[in-house]
Antibody, heavy 124, light 106 residues
Framework: QVQLQESGPGLVKPSQTLSLTCTVSGGSISTDFYYWSWIRQHPGKGLEWIGYIHYSGSTHYNPSLKSLVTISVDTSKNQFSLKLSSVTAADTAVYYC????????????????WGQGTMVTVSS | SYELTQPPSVSVSPGQTASITCSGDELGDKYACWYQQKPGQSPVLVIYQDTKRPSGIPERFSGSNSGNTATLTISGTQALDEADYYCQAWDSSTAVFGGGTKVTVL
C-alpha cells in the first residue's frame, strides 16, 4: 500500500527557508488521478492546507501563503518537496504530506493518505 | 476567502448518536469530506463526497450535506471514536478546513 514519509530539519532559524521532502513508497507519484499536498498543523490548532503539486508539475497554493511557498516534484525519486521562505515563529507546526485527488469540474476531492507528520520549530 | 465553521466541542454518551456540523456559504453546492484525528496521530479520512465511506471505515460513520451545512453523524458512538474531527471542502481549487470539533465520549 502507498505510504508517505516526511523528512527534513526539525529546527529552522527565523528568516531562513524551511525545506521538507515527502517520499512516496508502495506506488508511483506519476499518476494522473492524484495530487500531492502539504498540510500543516500549528501546535494545538487545526489543519491548514499549504498547496499541491501534480506529477506533471502543475501547482496550486493557498493564497495566504502563495508568495512564500514553492512545491516541486522529482518523479525519478518518487518525491515531492516543500520550500517555505522567510519563516517566522508562526511557521512552527507539524507538517504533513498527503495524497489527494481533486476534480476541478465537480469540486470533489479529499486527502486519503497522510504521512506521519514532522514537527518543525522556527527558533534562533 | 472561504470559511468553514465547526463547533469546538461535542459530548456524547457511549452508544448514542453524535452529530458534528460544518457550516459554510452554500456548502451544499460543494462536496464535503471529514477527517478523524486522534492525539499524536495523522488525520484519517472517514467521509468523502459528502456521504461516502472509504474502505475500512465503520458503517456507524455517515455524512450529509445540504444548504449551508454538512453533518458528520456517528451512530452508536464508541469510546474509540473520541477524537478531533475536521471538515474540508474545496473552493476555487483551494482546500479549506474547518477549525475542528473535539468529540468527547462521556
Amino acid at each position: 500500500q502507498v505510504q508517505l514519509q516526511e523528512s527534513g530539519p526539525g529546527l529552522v532559524k527565523p528568516s531562513q527557508t524551511l525545506s521538507l521532502t515527502c517520499t512516496v513508497s508502495g506506488g508511483s507519484i506519476s499518476t494522473d488521478f492524484y495530487y500531492w499536498s502539504w498540510i500543516r498543523q500549528h501546535p494545538g490548532k487545526g489543519l491548514e492546507w499549504i498547496g499541491y503539486i501534480h506529477y506533471s508539475g502543475s501547482t496550486h497554493y493557498n493564497p495566504s501563503l502563495k508568495s512564500l511557498v514553492t512545491i516541486s516534484v522529482d518523479t525519478s525519486k518518487n518525491q515531492f518537496s516543500l520550500k517555505l521562505s522567510s519563516v517566522t515563529a508562526a511557521d512552527t507546526a507539524v507538517y504533513y504530506c498527503a495524497r489527494g485527488y481533486y476534480d476541478i469540474l465537480t469540486g470533489s476531492g479529499a486527502f486519503d493518505i497522510w504521512g506521519q507528520g514532522t514537527m518543525v520549530t522556527v527558533s534562533s | 476567502s472561504y470559511e468553514l465553521t465547526q463547533p469546538p466541542s461535542v459530548s456524547v454518551s457511549p452508544g448514542q448518536t453524535a452529530s458534528i456540523t460544518c457550516s459554510g456559504d452554500e456548502l451544499g453546492d460543494k462536496y464535503a469530506c471529514w477527517y478523524q484525528q486522534k492525539p499524536g496521530q495523522s488525520p484519517v479520512l472517514v467521509i468523502y463526497q459528502d456521504t461516502k465511506r472509504p474502505s475500512g471505515i465503520p458503517e456507524r460513520f455517515s455524512g450529509s450535506n445540504s444548504g449551508n451545512t454538512a453533518t458528520l453523524t456517528i451512530s452508536g458512538t464508541q469510546a474509540l471514536d473520541e477524537a478531533d474531527y475536521y471538515c474540508q471542502a474545496w473552493d476555487s481549487s483551494t482546500a479549506v478546513f474547518g477549525g475542528g470539533t473535539k468529540v468527547t465520549v462521556l
